[in-house]
């Protein structure tokens, strides 16, 4: 097998068909069918199995699938590096973000890294932590923000930062200001379902407080659980920079969780030293930075960088969010 079957076998596998694969890859389908063929026999199994529409791994496909993304990973980080040696970094780095987290920091972190680093292309991927974290085994990301450090040893995490949770409900609603955990046993909480990170750091917190949570109603689309909230159907938990915004403008009230403030860890996830490319190397120390940058504005309500002192508490209104949001990003040379 060369480098070129293993990128056009990865290339199926990702289009789960050998058409969409070689549109994609500009590359006549008979000649594809052709390599993957003799990859077959070459190995003495199936790779794929082929349905009407479409193709799936094998369990041979998928070791191989694994085994590749390494392969092809570790090519093009030496090729970076003996490129980038003596010059400004250049190529791709890969960031995976749960979603509360890539809605406040993946558009200001593209415009530093393009500004800082015009030669290194920084793609975003966003789904729960859960995937995020499959990403970054399967080599499908290089960096990752997770709410867990990763013991698997290849990896190394980094505390990067602590969020504050907070609770909210529908405007009108009485909702003591700090909220004792006590209180929300009576609150009817819409939350998300058992399988997402916050909702088994929730019930983890509750049952070492000593509280049963009233769950009404499981969504995971934090957009969905603001709408619902401000819609009058019930109270939830969230990230202080989630909802600071729909505070300020009157759609909802929030307030903090009686001490010890309910905050959650998160953490920068990427390969061990001397395993990740340059371009990977610069972009850790401006997420950090930025992060810093944003806390200390107000920008990023309710996040306290790992080793620095309490955050700002809040902003008075999505107005200056969006300003200071600005103006940190002006500031990064």
Partial sequence: MDLRQLRYFLSIADAGSISAAAGRLNVAQPALS????????HLGTDLFMRRARGVSLTEAGEILAQRARVILDEVARAED???????????????????TLSGILSVPLVLAASERFPNVR????????????DWLHEHRVDLALLYAGEPDPRFQSELLMSEELVVFAPIGWDLTDPCPPGNLADLPLILPGPAHGLRGMLEDWAGRTGIHLRTECEIDS????????MAGHGCSILPRHAVIQDAAAGRLRLAPIAEPRLRRDVYLVQRQ??????????????????VTEMAGAGVWA??????????????????QAEKRASDVVGRLP
Avoid: Q, W
Avoid at 34 to 41: A, D, S, T, V, W
């Fill in 273 to 290: 030293p001397g395993k990740s490319s340059h371009a990977c190397d610069v972009i850790v120390p401006l997420i950090r930075e930025l």
């Fill in 34 to 41: 052709l390599h993957i063929r003799n990859m077959e026999r």
């Fill in 81 to 99: 590096d003996i490129r980038n040696l003596g010059s400004d970094p250049r190529g791709e780095v890969r960031l995976g973000l749960p979603g």
């Fill in 302 to 319: 309710g996040v306290v960088p790992a080793g620095r002192g309490a955050a700002g508490e809040g902003l008075s209104s999505a107005f």
């Fill in 222 to 229: 934090y957009r969905n659980i603001k709408d619902l909230v």
């Fill in 122 to 133: 920084l793609t975003i991927a966003e789904a729960m932590s859960g995937f995020v974290l």
